[in-house]
């Protein structure tokens, strides 16, 4: 019984997330560029740390 219960009040969370994850991922997209250069940078900071 606790199973079925939990389950059931886990799946109103599960849709809020969905929806949450749309609305994240068309932010992410904006944001994307920025994450890129943010990625380069970090792989050269990574590669001068490896060369010294």
Do not use: N
């Amino acid at each position: 019984m606790d199973r079925i219960m939990s389950a059931s009040i886990a799946e109103p969370e599960e849709e809020a997330s969905k929806s949450r994850g749309v609305t994240t991922y068309a932010e992410s997209e904006e944001k994307e560029p920025v994450r890129a250069e943010e990625l380069q940078q970090s792989t050269r900071f990574k590669e001068r740390l490896r060369k010294h």
